[in-house]
C-alpha cells in the first residue's frame, strides 16, 4: 500500500504538509528563459522555466527519484503555462505538438514509466496539445555525470525515430525534458526529428543546469 494513502500528502519542496507543491514552492518557477548550449544553438531554441537548484530540484527529485506520481499534475500545469509563454514570434495559431524526451527502458522500470511522458500527458490535459511519443532511446549508460562528448558518444545510433509516434502535420513541435544540462540529449532530439522531416520550433525543460 502506497505511503500516501496513509500519511497526509507532504509539499515537495519544504515538506508542509496538505499538497503536494504549496503556494510558496510553486513560486520556483517563472517564465521561459533561453538556454544557451553549443549543441542546440543552430538547431532549435530551447528555453527553461526554473535553475536545478533548491526547491526546484528537490521537487523534480522527487517526482523522479522517489515515484512521487502525485507530482505529475503540477509539473504538467508548470509546463503549460511555459508553453503558452514560448517567444515564438509568428508561429502563433497552429496546435502544439509535444514530443517527450525518451528515458532509457531501465530507467523508466526503476521510474514507474516514462516520467517525461508523463508530464507531457498532464500539460496536454491543460493546452490540449497533442503528445507524439516520437523518439525512442535503446540501451546506453546513465548519463547523469557524464560530460557533453561523453552525453553524444553514450546517444550515439541509440536515439531513433518512431514512425508509429510521427507528429500531426501542421503542428508547431515542440520537444519537451526534464532538464536541460549539456544539451547533448535535447539536440540529438531535435536532430533526429529533422531528419525525419519533423520541424522543431523549441526545446522546453521544466529546469537547466547553471
Known amino acids: 500500500m502506497s505511503l500516501n494513502l496513509i500519511l497526509p500528502t507532504a509539499c515537495a519542496g519544504c515538506e508542509t504538509r496538505g ?3 504549496c503556494a510558496a514552492c510553486s513560486s520556483a518557477w ?6 544557451f548550449r553549443p549543441p542546440l544553438a543552430a538547431l532549435a531554441p530551447a528555453y527553461a522555466l526554473a535553475r536545478y537548484t533548491g526547491v526546484a530540484k528537490r521537487i523534480l527529485i522527487a ?4 515515484r512521487r506520481r502525485d507530482l505529475a499534475p503540477f509539473l504538467g500545469w508548470v509546463l503549460a503555462v511555459g508553453l503558452m509563454a ?5 508561429l502563433l495559431g497552429s496546435p502544439w505538438c509535444l514530443v517527450p524526451a525518451p528515458s532509457r527502458r531501465i530507467a523508466s522500470r526503476v521510474r514507474g514509466g516514462p516520467h517525461v511522458l508523463r508530464i507531457a500527458a498532464e500539460t496536454a490535459r491543460w493546452t490540449g496539445a497533442y503528445v507524439a511519443p516520437a523518439l525512442v532511446l535503446k540501451g546506453g549508460r546513465d548519463a547523469v555525470g557524464l560530460n557533453r562528448a561523453e552525453r553524444v558518444a ?6 531513433r525515430f518512431a514512425a508509429a509516434g510521427r507528429p500531426p502535420p501542421g503542428t508547431r513541435v515542440v520537444v519537451v525534458d526534464d532538464v536541460i544540462t549539456t544539451g547533448a540529449t535535447s539536440a540529438a532530439c531535435v536532430t533526429a526529428l529533422k531528419n525525419a522531416g519533423v520541424p522543431v520550433v523549441a526545446v522546453l525543460a521544466l529546469l537547466a543546469t547553471v
Open 19 to 21: 499538497a503536494p507543491v
Open 30 to 35: 517563472g517564465s521561459p528563459t533561453e538556454v
Open 63 to 66: 517526482y523522479k527519484e522517489r
Open 86 to 90: 514560448l517567444p515564438l514570434g509568428g
Open 154 to 159: 553514450n546517444l550515439a545510433g541509440r536515439l
